[in-house]
């Protein structure tokens, strides 16, 4: 799992917010099934050079966002619906609310993975994928 995690020190993205904004990604594309439980924050930690609290703050994120819980003696899984509050039960947004986010994530997640694809057979970078990415954003905001 953290093989596919990578962090950048030199971004300016804080390390924890590098790990929960992958993290999501992977879940929303489906990439990491509901379910399936995350490696511990001390191991994450450790294979991603970073601190025990950064790892644990990334965790803490996506927990908020109900995309994950954690539970003593269970670790910390992929929660089974999107909206799933810790503890058990749901957001009052609905399930079905909820559901229908979990589908569009994973459509646009599905969608970026195409991008990174198409520009990695290009020849592009990560900063070049990020830098047309921003410029479109930009444009269709501003125009």
Known sequence: ???RISIDLDAPTAPYEQIRAQLAAMIAVGAVQ????LPTVRM???DLGVAA?????AYKELEAAGMVSTRRRHGTVVSTTLGEVPGGGAHTAGTAGAAAHHAAAREVGAAVE???LTGRAAGLSNDDLLNLLRGRLNQLRDG
Request: charged share 10%; net charge positive.
């Open 1 to 3: 799992m953290s093989a």
């Open 34 to 37: 509901p379910g399936a439980r």
């Open 44 to 46: 994450l930690a450790l």
């Open 53 to 57: 609290g950064t790892a644990a703050r």
């Open 114 to 116: 195409q991008l990174i």
